[in-house]
């Protein structure tokens, strides 16, 4: 019994004290963290009641100096709250941040490679300038040897003819800055690279002749590499102007069979008043040739056994000889149709293809040709007949031209009026006055039934 009642007080004190300790935990809210860095500063080697026991004690000993002056230190550190930088020192505000480089103390080594220099440059970079290059001076030395080779052409050929067209015509040639000429004489006017123009006059049966030398474009490096594929001569363009009273009114034209063609479709007066083309071998012409004319009768008086023999032996280098009074050039289109007459003149066009020098020995008989064709037009009558029907054929191009241009008129004059009508319909729908669009429309509605209305003749009856 003794030893009965000392333990059950014990176990009292015991359960008493625990209960103590519970609700002071309870009551501080910081106290549990407390126990936990206590907890933390005692070691814990092995659960034993001894150990137990002792920090029960150490918790009665008062913590030294140096741990309370570094608990103040903290507490200062934490109150700091004017310190803008504190964020960089806590380790919170990076959460995630992995510094995956690692830092040495070491310097980098930069190693510098030795690349060799290369003295001569890569030529095949530059291909496409190097081509341009060649082109542009390739351009350059075409025009320089085309524009010489074309005027010594036109040189060459007043060495050789000019004499000739000294003998015919009183003025021969032009004078001036840009005139292309043997010595001091008139000789051509260079209209462009490849074309020279001379003018003739003082002769009898014509007001004058122009010569026109179409050359190659030798100056230009497109059409000298196109020149292989489709060769073209040089040609001399030979405009005779005929008076008024030098010839009857006929047209007639002798040419190569593809010049044939291209002018019946392109030459207004051969397609009004030539519209058959016959074959050369029924004129005494050869074979490649085509004859397209007005009258029988001019053509067999045109065409006589000099010029045929002519023409037989010089057939290659005569393009066409075109004789006309109703001459006005290409035909107009027909969109843009005229309502005046189109202007017309007595002309004799000549063709000559030249040789590859420029007209040598070949030029000079189709020049004489030409002259001898000048008296043989100045000559040259027809009979009654043949005069009648040409004035016939004539005076009736007149007057399908005439009404086709009335008609032309009145289609203009149709639109105009539509025009006008649509403009006063939509002014007047503009308007909000319904009483002028009822008078307007009844207005309109009159008109079209008497355009409906067919016109009657009224017969007047004179009384017996």
Not at 142 to 153: D, E, L, M, P
Not at 441 to 462: A, C, F, H, I
Request: proline share 5%.
């Amino acid at each position: 019994m003794r030893l009965v009642l000392p333990i059950v007080l014990i176990l009292c004190s015991a359960h008493f004290t625990h209960a103590y300790e519970d609700t002071t935990l309870e009551d501080d809210d910081f106290a549990e963290f407390e126990q936990f860095d206590v907890d933390d500063d005692t070691p814990v080697d092995d659960f034993c009641e001894e150990d137990n026991e002792e920090p029960v004690q150490k918790n009665n000993i008062p913590p030294p100096k140096d741990q309370f002056e570094t608990n103040i230190e903290d507490e200062l550190l934490v109150e700091d709250e004017d310190n803008e930088f504190e964020h960089f020192q806590d380790p919170e505000e990076f959460e995630g941040f992995q510094d995956s480089a690692p830092r040495s103390s070491e310097q980098p080594k930069i190693t510098i490679s030795k690349v060799p220099i290369t003295v001569r440059p890569r030529w095949d970079a530059y291909w496409l300038e190097g081509i341009l290059c060649c082109a542009l001076a390739a351009y350059a030395l075409v025009y320089a040897v085309g524009r010489a080779k074309n005027t010594s052409i036109a040189i060459n050929f007043l060495k050789l003819h000019k004499p000739l067209l000294d003998d015919n015509f009183t003025l021969v040639g032009e004078m001036g800055s840009d005139v292309v000429s043997v010595g001091d004489d008139p000789g051509w006017r260079r209209e462009a690279e490849h074309c020279f123009t001379m003018w003739c006059s003082g002769r009898v049966c014509c007001e004058g002749m122009l010569l026109t030398l179409k050359l190659i474009k030798r100056q230009d490096l497109v059409n000298v590499l196109l020149g292989f594929v489709r060769p073209s001569p040089d040609t001399l363009l030979i405009r005779v102007e005929l008076g008024k009273d030098d010839s009857d009114p006929f047209v007639l034209c002798v040419a190569q069979k593809k010049f044939a063609t291209r002018l019946s479709k392109e030459m207004q007066d051969l397609s009004v008043f030539c519209p058959e083309r016959r074959a050369g071998d029924k004129h005494g012409l050869p074979s490649t040739m085509n004859v397209l004319s007005e009258c029988a009768e001019a053509t067999g008086a045109f065409l006589d056994a000099r010029v045929c023999s002519a023409l037989t032996q010089y057939h290659k280098h005569v393009q066409y000889i075109h004789v006309s009074d109703r001459y006005s050039g290409p035909k107009q289109m027909e969109e843009s149709s005229t309502t005046k007459l189109p202007e017309t003149e007595r002309v004799m066009l000549v063709s000559l293809a030249l040789g590859p020098d420029g007209g040598g020995d070949e030029l000079r008989p189709l020049l004489l040709l030409v002259f001898y064709m000048l008296d043989k037009i100045k000559r040259l009558r027809l009979s009654k007949e043949a005069l009648v029907k040409c004035e016939k054929r004539r005076q009736k191009v007149a007057e399908a031209w005439l009404r086709g241009a009335h008609a032309a008129r009145q289609e203009q004059a149709a639109q105009r009026r539509e025009e006008k009508r649509k403009q006063e319909k939509e002014r007047i729908l503009a308007e909000d006055d319904p009483e002028k669009q009822r008078r307007w429309e009844l207005k309109e509605q009159k008109r079209q039934q008497k355009r409906k209305t067919p016109k009657m003749k009224q017969l007047k009856v004179k009384a017996l």
